[in-house]
C-alpha cells in the first residue's frame, strides 16, 4: 500500500507585498495574509530565499549529496527566474514543507478570498505525486 499524498500551498504575491514578506512580515499592508497563515499554524517561506539556502548548503556540505544542486544553481543564476521567485512563496504548517490534504484544503479556501486583492496574485494546492510535479530537466540529471 503506498502512502497517502501529501500537499503544499503555494502563492505568489505582487511585487511590493513580496518584498514586505521577505523583509518586513509584520508591516500592516500584509495583516490579511498573516493573520490567516497564525490561525493555521502556516509561514511563507520564499522560493527563491529557499533556493539559495539549498546551494549554499550544497556548497558547504559537498554537492555530491544534493542531487538538485546543479539544477537549483541554474535557477538562482537566471535574471528572468531569479525575479519570478522573488514573488514565488510555499507555506508551511507546523514547520513542514508538505501536510495532509485535511491540512492544505482549509488553508487553501481561507486564502483564496485574497486572491486578485491587493496582496496573493496567485494559489494553488500542489501534491507529492511525482507525475504532477516538474521533472530535473536531463542536462542537470547526474
Do not use: C
Not at 502563492?11 to 497563515?37: C, Y
Not at 546551494?55 to 543564476?77: C, H, M, N, S
Amino acid at each position: 500500500m503506498s502512502e497517502p499524498l501529501q500537499y503544499q500551498v503555494r502563492l505568489k504575491l505582487n511585487e511590493r507585498s513580496a518584498e514586505l514578506a521577505r523583509e518586513d512580515a509584520g508591516n500592516s499592508l500584509l495583516a490579511p495574509l498573516m493573520d490567516i497563515l497564525r490561525r493555521h499554524g502556516a509561514t511563507l517561506v520564499n522560493q527563491l530565499d529557499a533556493f539559495e539556502g539549498y546551494v549554499a548548503q550544497a556548497e558547504k556540505d559537498g554537492v555530491e549529496d544534493f542531487p538538485l544542486y546543479r539544477w537549483t544553481k541554474a535557477v538562482i543564476e537566471d535574471p528572468d527566474k531569479r525575479k519570478k521567485h522573488l514573488r514565488s512563496f510555499t507555506l508551511h504548517v507546523s514547520g513542514h514543507e508538505i501536510y495532509a490534504k485535511e491540512i492544505a484544503d482549509p488553508l487553501e479556501a481561507a486564502l483564496q478570498p485574497l486572491v486578485g486583492g491587493d496582496l496573493i496574485t496567485a494559489l494553488s494546492k500542489h501534491d507529492t505525486n511525482p507525475e504532477n510535479n516538474p521533472q530535473m530537466p536531463a542536462e542537470y540529471r547526474a
